[in-house]
Nanobody
Framework: QVQLVESGGGLVQAEGSLRLSCAAS????????MAWFRQAPGKEREFVAG????????AYVDSVKGRFTISRSNAKNTLYLQMNVLKPDDTAVYYC?????????????????WGQGTQVTVSS
């Protein structure tokens, strides 16, 4: 049974940093595509960053390019999202997700498994 458990969210001031973690079980993070999504109050869930299976290519939404970095640890079977220079607009619940495939996809419907989410709040 696949389980994804996020951690690392919290309250941070603008310009600060956080690192989110997504511990996976029942699957191997290096073998499939995984991604981070976020959902702000009153908004739809959106793709933030993705990493492809095997090769580990990455993709980001324009609003986080240069500030966020997605990565994974094969040894720990964990996905990460390093978030730097955080802005109040980054405030949201962040979710990790995995899909049965190698390629990064942006649509929510492409992902098969989801974590429970972790709250990130950025104060101005």
């Amino acid at each position: 049974q696949v389980q994804l458990v996020e951690s690392g969210g919290g309250l941070v001031q603008a310009e600060g940093s956080l690192r989110l973690s997504c511990a996976a079980s029942g699957m191997t993070v290096s073998n499939i595509a995984m991604a981070w999504f976020r959902q702000a109050p009153g908004k739809e869930r959106e793709f933030v960053a993705g990493i492809s299976g095997i090769v580990g290519s990455t993709a980001y939404v324009d609003s986080v390019k240069g500030r966020f970095t997605i990565s994974r640890s094969n040894a720990k079977n964990t996905l990460y999202l390093q978030m730097n220079v955080l802005k109040p607009d980054d405030t949201a619940v962040y979710y990790c997700a995995s899909r049965r495939g190698l390629s990064i996809m942006e649509p929510i419907e492409a992902y098969d498994y989801w974590g429970q989410g972790t709250q990130v709040t950025v104060s101005s």
